[in-house]
T-cell receptor, first 116, second 115 residues
């Protein structure tokens, strides 16, 4: 079974600075998807960025980028030029390719605080 | 609506009562998922629907939990004889189909509190 681990329960960053959130996962599959979701106090899960395991190039979405290390099974999220609106809970998630359901498997989350 | 809609937003009930949580997915989305988020935890998969059928119920924690989906659209998650450990946020997500490259879109969830 696949597992996702986020070892940083809480992180803090100064506005305009850069922060990196860590995520590791365990799987025996060779092809899969990885995601970072943001959950503000409104509770809605918002997709931040996704990475396809077969792609070596790291995904980037504006100020958000990932460092995907497939051999190490590591998938960290870097937020550049942090803004107050980035404050939220961030979840790393795994999804199989071609599975019967393609359900998401989540880590326990990292609560990010942004200091003005 | 444009997004996934869940109701009620909050529900408080007494232990032993039954509750029904509703999810209205994005129009045209055939895949629908229920997740549970307990305090301080990540999201835990409960059940998956493709159309009206539920090929994966493996995440339902007990037989007190059931779900149905009618008309390939609205889904209802029912919890019978609620217990305090059922207190959590229940999130629904939908996607265009079950294939991996389709992102899941989440609703705002229902916060369930069992007294």
């Amino acid at each position: 079974a696949q597992t996702v681990t986020q070892s940083q329960p809480e992180m803090s960053v100064q506005e305009a600075e850069t922060v990196t959130l860590s995520c590791t996962y365990d799987t025996s599959e060779s092809d899969y998807y990885l995601f970072w979701y943001k959950q503000p106090p409104s509770r809605q899960m918002i997709l931040v960025i996704r990475q396809e395991a077969y792609k070596q190039q790291n995904a980037t979405e504006n100020r958000f980028s990932v460092n995907f290390q497939k051999a190490a099974k590591s998938f960290s999220l870097k937020i550049s030029d942090s803004q107050l609106g980035d404050a939220a809970m961030y979840f790393c998630a795994y999804r199989s390719v071609g599975g019967a359901t393609n359900k998401l498997i989540f880590g326990t989350g990292t609560l990010l605080a942004v200091q003005p | 609506g444009a997004g996934v809609s869940q109701s009620p937003s909050n529900k408080v009930t007494e232990k032993g009562k039954d509750v029904e949580l509703r999810c209205d997915p994005i129009s045209g989305h055939t895949a629908l998922y229920w997740y549970r988020q307990s305090l301080g935890q990540g999201l835990e998969f409960l059940i998956y629907f493709q159309g009206n059928s539920a090929p994966d119920k493996s995440g339902l924690p007990s037989d007190r939990f059931s779900a149905e989906r009618t008309g390939g659209s609205v889904s209802t998650l029912t919890i019978q004889r609620t217990q305090q450990e059922d207190s959590a946020v229940y999130l629904c997500a939908s996607s265009a189909d079950r294939y991996s490259n389709q992102p899941q879109h989440f609703g705002d969830g229902t916060r369930l509190s069992i007294l």
